[in-house]
């Protein structure tokens, strides 16, 4: 189904000397670990970026990074949603196996996360990230020696990680979760009047989601997206202080700086989804995913799909390190050695809804496990995913079903006994939830 990895472990000839010498030999010859900056834009599209072919010009730090290392035309969330998504991530795991997939549920202590790996190995560890989900209430910070969860946008964000960088030892393991593009859009001025200057209604970008849903006509649904473009022109933007101070501080040539997103945000294109947490459409499922560094030649384009938990082990390849065994994902080194893989599914769940999603590069399969409702699509002709094919292809309906179960099946094995903790998140958390649109 997946493509089998075959790793390569050095291993240490054995030497007729004392073990302090063997120790220095190794050392020597070891090649060094690179550094890693992982950055999350929340909800960041890649159908809104140039380099993904979009018409507005809004990304110039980002497509610079694409330029100089590695583009994933098809990278696929695991969730729909930062809480389940995000813990896929680092944990390397579908949402049907960590199961931390509600406000109740959070990263049981007994898991181990990348960031633990990574400290255990001797990495310096900081993540920085928004208030709200990524943060220490649902086990997030497991792992980090340094973990702020922080209000305000990027630009606020911004000097603490710079100070960190400064002061860092090498190799290290830097988070950063953005959460500009996140609604509500609260982008100070000069940015907010880029798109959209003028408008008039009610999606100011403030009110509640769920209250505007029923009320908006095109033009306020097209002030929606202008005001998503302006918080991305915006943390574009931001994002090159990170840039520039890796560069400024000598570290630009052995860190790989990864970039990616927790999951989409639906505009009203299926089903009346505004926001995000809902059925896995493409809209919330594809992410963008650019990795520059020592291991990617620049100006790679890679088009296999792949998925979002392949982060953790392609992470820990890179840093020499044997992926858990508890991971489920691949790493993607092979692939960006222009390595030729063979096809996988790429598979997103929104438990609590009952919804799951199967997707090869052409065809996609939409489920709800409770109704029974089946959608298909052909992703090469209708990648909006406009005509359902389902009735039309029943056998190929049935045989990405059974695909489905089979996914289910063995992932329902796999989480048997780890069932995933209790989360309490604080009075303070809850606020920042509830400000989200997440906690009624
Ligand atoms: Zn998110």
Redesign the pocket.
């Known amino acids: 189904m997946r493509y089998v990895r075959t790793r390569v472990v050095a291993g240490a000839a054995v030497f007729c000397v004392t073990t302090a010498g063997i120790l220095a030999i190794l050392a020597r010859n070891a090649p060094p670990r690179p550094n890693v900056v992982l950055i999350v834009i929340?909800?960041l599209r890649p159908d809104h970026l140039a380099c993904y072919g979009y018409s507005r010009e809004l990304s110039p730090t980002i497509h610079a990074l694409a330029r100089r290392g590695a583009l994933f035309r098809q990278a696929i969330s695991q969730g729909t949603?930062?809480l389940p998504?995000v813990t896929s991530l680092f944990l390397s795991q579908y949402v049907s196996v960590h199961r931390v997939e509600s406000v109740e549920r959070r990263i049981a202590d007994r898991a181990t996360t990348l960031a633990e790996i990574l400290r255990g190995h001797g990495y310096a560890t900081g993540a920085f990230v928004m208030a709200g989900?990524p943060s220490a209430a649902f086990g997030m910070s497991q792992g980090f020696d340094h973990f702020r969860a922080m209000t305000g946008g990027s630009e606020s964000m911004n000097p603490a990680i710079v100070k960190w960088l400064s002061e860092r030892k090498r190799p290290f393991f830097l988070y950063v979760h953005y959460p500009d593009a996140?609604y509500p859009y609260r982008l100070p001025n000069p940015y907010r009047e880029n798109y959209g200057a003028g408008y008039s209604g009610p999606a100011d970008g403030m009110a509640p989601l769920g209250r505007l849903r029923d009320k908006l006509q095109p033009k306020d649904v097209q002030h929606l997206i202008d005001l998503y473009d302006n918080e991305i022109s915006h943390v574009d933007f931001q994002l090159r202080t990170v840039v520039n101070a890796l560069k400024a501080l000598g570290l630009e040539e052995d860190t790989s700086i990864m970039l990616t997103a927790?999951?989409g945000e639906a505009f009203l294109e299926h089903r009346k989804q505004l926001g995000?947490r809902g059925w896995p459409y493409e809209e919330l499922v594809r992410v963008p995913l650019i990795v520059k560094g020592p291991q990617a030649r620049a100006g790679t384009i890679v088009s296999q799909q792949v998925e979002t938990i392949d982060l953790a082990p392609t992470i820990l390849e890179m840093a020499g390190i044997r992926a858990d065994a508890n991971m489920q994902g691949h790493s993607l080194l092979p692939l960006l050695r222009g390595e030729t893989q063979p096809a996988s599914y790429a598979f997103s769940e929104c438990l609590p809804l009952h919804l799951e999603a199967v997707r090869t590069e052409r065809w996609k399969l939409i489920r709800n496990d409770e109704s029974g409702e089946r959608e298909l699509y052909d992703l090469h002709e209708d990648p909006q995913e406009r005509i359902d094919l389902a009735a039309r292809r029943p056998a190929l309906t049935k045989a990405l079903g059974e695909v489905l179960l089979r996914f289910r099946q063995s992932n329902e094995a796999l989480s048997a006994g780890r069932e995933a903790a209790v989360a309490n998140p604080d009075p303070k958390t809850l606020e920042q939830l509830r400000d989200l649109g997440y906690v009624q």
């Open positions: 929340d909800a949603w930062t998504s989900f996140h927790d999951h995000h």
